[in-house]
Structures are given as structure tokens and as C-alpha cells.
């Protein structure tokens, strides 16, 4: 029995760049956290837009309990990122592996 497939979450928020990272130190010499595209837009819609996690599910195309997910699993990396001096690295649906 395989899982069932991962619904389509519409995104419409765009990257500022690659990555965000402390200042003074090259990427490639810091730990690199992805934060995956969903996850961003989720942080975007609860916590800059001021939505609900029902207003953001709606928004993107996924149920309640699914923003709830991804918004801790998103705060979590951001809070390490931010409290340990890691990079968070913008990562693309399709760049999955």
C-alpha cells in the first residue's frame, strides 16, 4: 500500500534570494537549514499576513491541520537558523530530492 500523493499547496510568495544567513561568514562554511517553499509561505500568510491557519490553508489549497504542520515544522528551523548562527536555504518544490 503506498502513501497518498502530496496535495498541490499553491504558493504564491516569492524568495528574497537563495538564502539568509549571518552576516561575515560564506555559505558554504555555515550548517544550511532548507526551508522549503510551502514552508515559507506559511510562515508569510500567519505570521506577516495576520491569517488564521484556516484563512492560510484556504489560501494555499490544504486543510487547517496541514498549515498547522508546516508552520511549526517552518518556526522551528527559523528559531535554529536564528539562535545558532545557521543559514536558512530557500528551496524549491521542484528542487526536492
Same mark, same amino acid.
Given at each position: !500500500? @503506498?502513501?497518498?500523493? *502530496? *496535495?498541490?499547496?499553491?504558493?504564491? #510568495?516569492?524568495?528574497? #534570494?537563495?538564502?539568509? /544567513?549571518? %552576516? #561575515?561568514?560564506? $555559505?558554504?562554511?555555515? *550548517?544550511?537549514?532548507? $526551508?522549503?517553499? +510551502?514552508?515559507?509561505? =506559511?510562515?508569510?500568510?500567519? +505570521? @506577516?499576513?495576520? !491569517? %488564521?491557519?484556516?484563512? =492560510?490553508?484556504?489560501? !494555499? &489549497?490544504? @486543510?487547517? &491541520? ?5 508552520? %511549526?515544522?517552518?518556526?522551528? /528551523?527559523?528559531?535554529? =537558523? $536564528?539562535?545558532? &548562527? ?5 528551496? +524549491?518544490? @521542484?528542487? *526536492?530530492?
Amino acid at each position: !500500500m @503506498s502513501p497518498r500523493p *502530496k *496535495k498541490i499547496r499553491r504558493c504564491r #510568495g516569492e524568495f528574497c #534570494g537563495r538564502a539568509f /544567513k549571518p %552576516t #561575515g561568514t560564506p $555559505l558554504p562554511e555555515l *550548517k544550511q537549514i532548507n $526551508l522549503h517553499r +510551502d514552508e515559507l509561505e =506559511a510562515l508569510r500568510l500567519c +505570521d @506577516s499576513e495576520a !491569517m %488564521t491557519q484556516e484563512e =492560510a490553508g484556504r489560501s !494555499m &489549497g490544504v @486543510s487547517r &491541520g496541514t498549515i498547522q504542520r508546516i508552520i %511549526t515544522v517552518a518556526r522551528r /528551523k527559523t528559531a535554529q =537558523a $536564528l539562535t545558532e &548562527g545557521h543559514a536558512l536555504v530557500f528551496v +524549491d518544490e @521542484s528542487e *526536492k530530492v
